[in-house]
C-alpha cells in the first residue's frame, strides 16, 4: 500500500515540475528566443564600403518593419537576408559585404520589436512580414535572380519563403531544425510542444523547397550541433549541398576563410557533370 502512495506522489509531483515547467516556458520564451535591440527612430545607419539605403513599410496597419537595401551597381541580383534572433540590423548589416563583393544587393529587415520595426510579435506575424518583403524584392527582381538566405533563427523564416515561392536558391547558415527541437535538446524529459508558441520547423518547409538548397554548418557549434545540419541536409537531398566548416562555432563562423570560399563557390555555381562511366561510381568490393 505504501508503496502505491509513493508511486502516485512521485507521478504527482513529475506532473506538478512538468507542469511548472511548461507555464514558464509559455510565458517567458520570448525571452529565450528573441533578443532584440530596439533603435531610436531617428538612428542613422552607416557602414563602411557599402551604400544602404534606410526604407519603412507598413505590413498591418499596426506594424511597421524597418529594413535596409544594400545597393551596387550593376547588380546580378538580390539577396534576402534574415537574420539571428539577437540585436538589431544596426549591427547584422556589416554582414552585407559578404554578398555585395560578390555582385549581389541585400535586403536585410529587423523583426517586429528589433531595432526600429514596431508591432505583436507571434510566429504568423513573423511569417507575413518576411512575405512582405519578399514580395518587395520581386518588384525590382525577377525570382530567378532572389537568393534568400537565413542564419540561425532565420534559418526558418528562410526555408518557409523558399516553400512558398521560387526563388533561385535558399542559403542556410547555422540553421535550427526546429525550436521544439532546441527545447528537448535542454529539457529532454519535456513534453513542450503544448506550451510551444514560436515553432518554426525548418524541417517540414525544406520537404516542399523547389529550388537548390545549401546548408553551412561549423564543426564546433555548440549551440546547435552539427547532426542538426546532417539531418536537415537529408530531407531533401537531390536539392541540397552540406558544407562544414571546420572548427567553426555557432556565431563566429563567418570569420573562417573557407565560409567565404564556400560562398563564392555557391554564387559562382559550376555546374560538373560527371560522366559516371569513367569514376568508380560502379565499382564494388565484393566484386
Not at 21 to 45: A, T, W
Not at 234 to 255: C, D, F, K, M, S
Request: include cysteine; proline fraction near 5%; glycine fraction near 6%.
Amino acid at each position: 500500500m505504501n508503496i502505491k502512495i509513493d508511486i502516485y506522489l512521485a507521478v504527482a509531483i513529475i506532473a506538478v515540475v512538468i507542469l511548472v515547467l511548461g507555464i514558464f516556458i509559455y510565458f517567458f520564451q520570448h525571452k529565450f528566443f528573441f533578443q532584440p535591440e530596439k533603435l531610436p527612430p531617428d538612428f542613422k545607419f552607416a557602414y563602411d564600403n557599402l551604400k544602404a539605403e534606410e526604407k519603412t513599410v507598413e505590413p498591418e496597419p499596426s506594424a511597421k518593419i524597418n529594413y535596409l537595401h544594400f545597393q551596387v551597381d550593376s547588380p546580378k541580383g538580390v539577396v534576402l537576408y534574415l537574420k539571428g534572433n539577437t540585436k538589431s540590423i544596426k549591427g547584422w548589416g556589416k554582414f552585407a559585404i559578404d554578398f555585395t563583393r560578390l555582385g549581389y544587393e541585400v535586403i536585410m529587415m529587423d523583426y517586429r520589436g528589433f531595432g526600429k520595426s514596431t508591432g505583436k510579435r507571434t510566429v504568423e506575424a513573423m511569417k507575413r512580414d518576411s512575405q512582405f518583403i519578399y514580395n518587395i524584392a520581386k518588384k525590382e527582381f525577377s525570382e530567378d535572380k532572389i537568393v534568400v538566405y537565413g542564419r540561425s533563427l532565420g534559418s526558418g523564416f528562410a526555408a518557409r519563403l523558399a516553400s512558398k515561392n521560387n526563388p533561385r536558391l535558399l542559403i542556410l547558415t547555422s540553421p535550427l531544425y526546429s525550436l521544439l527541437r532546441t527545447i528537448h535538446r535542454y529539457l529532454p524529459f519535456m513534453p513542450a510542444k503544448p506550451f510551444l508558441r514560436y515553432n518554426i520547423p525548418t524541417f517540414q518547409y525544406l520537404k516542399n523547397v523547389r529550388c537548390p538548397i545549401k546548408i553551412i554548418h561549423g564543426s564546433d557549434d555548440r549551440l546547435v550541433p552539427l547532426r542538426t545540419a546532417v539531418d536537415l541536409s537529408e530531407i531533401n537531398p537531390e536539392r541540397t549541398r552540406l558544407y562544414v566548416i571546420l572548427g567553426a562555432g555557432h556565431i563566429n563562423i563567418h570569420q573562417f576563410e573557407e565560409y567565404h570560399r564556400v560562398m563564392e563557390e555557391i554564387f559562382e555555381e559550376k555546374k560538373i557533370v560527371i560522366d559516371s562511366a569513367k569514376t568508380s561510381l560502379g565499382y564494388s568490393h565484393r566484386k
